[in-house]
């Protein structure tokens, strides 16, 4: 079933906006891992936190994590048209490599 | 980073028939691979694991055999849709681990039953 729920569902805004999501969890996590998923396409590897990170920086994008509000946040800054896709956070829990996947947000940049 | 890769990218087939899926792992070793499906504009579902030179592991609700996974190798798993039904139309999607924590996705699968 369903661990992660993502919000806004769907987002637009202007190309070189900045573009926040959200992700919040139910269980305890080792990991948490954000991907991008281009329509009818495969999931592209964002970034990776561990639950001992609070923060993660990879060139326009920055992801936070709190472990006590079993929230995640992937911010996107000076957004591009080539950023409109499909984002998705999976989780994993200690031992276990399994990915639970969030439902996702449909982030559309109009350029 | 690594490459994953899927064969066939599109699939349509006949209602009875079976359909086989190749995930490969280009240029890493994958003890595990995993099995997704996803219905449009919704989230990926596991499926199954498949762990090398083992049976693999289904996840609730899913019929293992409708959905036949085999990972022969290192680098090579396949999942068999048997007697598929229109209903199993989706987009079937594989994963592969290779020593990090990072899974690594292959481009997917469109199978279109008729």
């Known amino acids: 079933s369903q661990q992660g729920e993502e919000d806004p569902q769907a987002l637009s805004i202007q190309e070189g906006e900045n573009a926040t999501m959200n992700c919040s969890y139910k269980?305890?996590?080792?990991?948490l891992q954000w991907y991008r998923q281009n329509s009818g396409r495969g999931l592209v590897h964002l970034i990776l936190?561990?639950?001992?990170?609070r923060e993660k920086h990879s060139g326009r994008l920055r992801v936070t994590l709190d472990t006590s509000k079993k929230s995640s946040s992937l911010l996107i800054t000076a957004s591009r048209a080539a950023d409109t896709a499909s984002y998705f956070c999976?989780?994993?829990?200690?031992?276990?490599?399994?990915?639970?996947f969030g439902t996702g947000t449909r982030l559309t940049i109009i350029p | 980073g690594a490459v994953v890769s899927q064969h066939p990218s599109r699939v349509i087939c006949k209602s009875g028939t079976s359909v086989k899926i190749e995930c490969r792992s280009l240029?890493?070793?994958?003890?595990?691979m995993f099995w997704y499906r996803q219905f449009p504009k919704q989230s990926l579902m596991l499926m199954a694991t498949s762990n090398e030179g083992s049976k693999a592991t289904y996840e609730q609700g899913v019929e293992k055999d409708k959905f036949l996974i085999n990972h022969a190798s290192l680098t090579l798993s396949t999942l068999t849709v048997t007697s598929a039904h229109p209903e199993d139309s989706s987009f079937y999607i594989c994963?592969?681990?290779?020593?990090?924590?990072?899974?690594?996705f292959g481009p997917g699968t469109r199978l279109t039953v008729l």
């Open positions: 269980t305890s996590i080792n990991n």
């Open positions: 240029d890493f070793q994958a003890t595990t």
């Open positions: 999976a989780t994993d829990g200690f031992g276990n490599e399994k990915l639970t």
């Open positions: 994963s592969a681990v290779g020593g990090t924590d990072t899974q690594y």
């Open positions: 936190i561990r639950s001992n990170e």
